[in-house]
């Protein structure tokens, strides 16, 4: 610890008189609290030092609290009865608890009856994963696997992704810069700049109509500079659940193509969004059959409900083979002095899932039911505000939307009163999570959203 000394000079004063006992004697110390009091006497005077212990860690601020987290913290902390938590993305029964897939389950059983070990995995990951994951990402009949153009390394979840992907880019591409959709997920600025490489913003969110700005999108990428990463949500847009369609989709490749751009993929949500892995995964697919060279970042924390495993994979999909060894060396290369090597529990859960043709079927039966859960209470929720708002205001755009997100148009004025008045507990951009809406809640968050978009300007 440092210390903070102050001196005190006391004229006349006997030690027998001091509060702290001080004895006859020319030196010494006495503790008062947490500092130590240091005295001398000489020629009638006490001489006395105070030693104040102060951490090495004084100047570093309180953070803020996460945006996104936060809002468990202060849902737990409600009483109401009534509270309802739309805030962080994972999926819940219409009872509104946790949910663990029954195919996760059947997979860790398997994992008991043979017995497998803990032993540390390589950089790279578990191979029958790295495997499984990109033949679920492209198909395994496509090309990029077939010619081992792609170089897939396990990361953890999307976000540990990410920041590898992130990390090969400051090192291998120097100035490079990251275009990110306004708005997008709250961790991605986040990623970038501890990564020490720029972005900025290209437009996507439309208030007007609560839709796809596709005409800003377009303008933003074209005056980027050639060679910009273009950072895309591969389905179910982060907040706003607002998607390309596949013809929009073509003209964003067009231009990214044109432009000489890498496009950067966040896929969080396969086969959670639709329903249908191959739906959810047909925009990374298109960019690599046009012969573009794409990273792609993955999560399985949503379409297996294995938030806590933190399990996911980085892609690069190369245009060839040999480049394709060199960067995942790099990508190695990058992990090692991050964590070492990933986790094997989760990685395990989903190569015996997608190795296992029974299991593998029975995961996309539960993918389309939890899938379907959420379209359900999303068309619930419109039906219940189209009702009770008599003013005429189009709500269609939650039907448009898609995901387990849904993005209101609320302001943060609007959003702190639903918190305040309604407890329903969500992020300050208008952003719901349908996965955490039941049926039965409908009617009550139908409610708060007309009294908050109505009565809070």
Not at 226 to 246: K, M, Q, R, S, Y
Request: charged share 20%; proline share 5%.
């Amino acid at each position: 610890m440092a210390s903070s000394v102050l001196s005190i000079a006391t004229q006349c004063v006997s030690p027998n008189a001091s509060s702290l006992s001080i004895n006859e004697t020319h030196k010494g110390k006495a503790k008062l609290g947490g500092s130590t009091l240091r005295f001398s006497k000489s020629s009638g005077r006490i001489s006395m030092t105070v030693a104040v212990n102060v951490s090495r860690f004084e100047g570093i601020p309180m953070a803020p609290p996460d945006p996104i987290l936060g809002v468990s913290e202060a849902f737990r902390a409600d009483t109401n009865d009534v509270k309802l938590n739309l805030g962080v993305g994972a999926y819940r029964t219409e009872e509104l608890q946790p949910y663990v897939l029954n195919v996760v389950k059947k997979a860790e059983n398997l994992m008991l009856e043979r017995g497998d070990n803990k032993e540390y995995l390589p950089i790279e990951g578990l191979a029958a994963f790295n495997k499984a994951t990109a033949e679920l990402l492209l198909g395994a009949d496509n090309p990029a696997i077939k010619e081992q153009r792609i170089a897939t390394v396990q990361g953890l979840s999307g976000t540990g992704s990410l920041r590898l992907g992130a990390a090969l880019i400051e090192r291998y591409f120097p100035g490079s810069k990251v275009l990110i959709s306004a708005p997008t997920w709250g961790n991605h600025k986040n990623i970038f700049n501890d990564a020490r490489v720029p972005w900025s913003e290209y437009r996507y969110y439309d208030p007007r109509t609560v839709g796809l700005d596709f005409e800003g999108m377009i303008e933003d990428i074209k005056a980027a500079p050639e060679g910009t990463f273009v950072l895309l949500h591969g389905c179910a847009h982060n907040p706003t659940g607002i998607d390309p369609t596949p013809e929009q989709w073509e003209k964003i490749a067009d231009v990214i193509q044109q432009k000489n751009h890498i496009p950067f993929f966040d896929v969080a949500y396969q086969g959670f969004a639709s329903g249908s892995l191959d739906e959810d995964a047909a925009s990374v697919r298109l960019f690599v059959a046009r012969g573009m060279e794409v990273l792609v970042a993955q999560s399985y924390s949503k379409n297996l409900g294995l938030y806590a495993e933190r399990i996911g994979a980085m892609n690069v999909i190369s245009s060839s083979s040999e480049s394709a060894t060199r960067v995942k060396s790099q990508l190695k290369r990058l992990a090692r002095p991050m964590y070492s090597n990933p986790p094997v529990h989760g990685a395990r859960i989903v190569a015996n899932v997608v190795g296992t043709p029974v299991l593998f079927d029975e995961w996309k039966a539960e993918m389309e039911m939890m899938a379907g859960r959420i379209k359900n209470v999303r068309q619930k929720l419109y039906d219940s505000i189209s009702s009770k708002d008599k003013s005429g205001k189009d709500w269609s755009f939650i039907l448009k939307q898609i995901g387990m997100f849904s993005y209101t148009g609320l302001n943060k004025n609007q959003s702190d009163n639903m918190t305040n008045k309604w407890h329903v507990y969500m992020t300050k951009d208008g952003r719901i999570s349908l996965a955490g809406l039941s049926l039965a809640k409908c009617e009550y968050l139908a409610d708060a959203i007309i009294d908050s978009y109505h009565n809070v300007s």
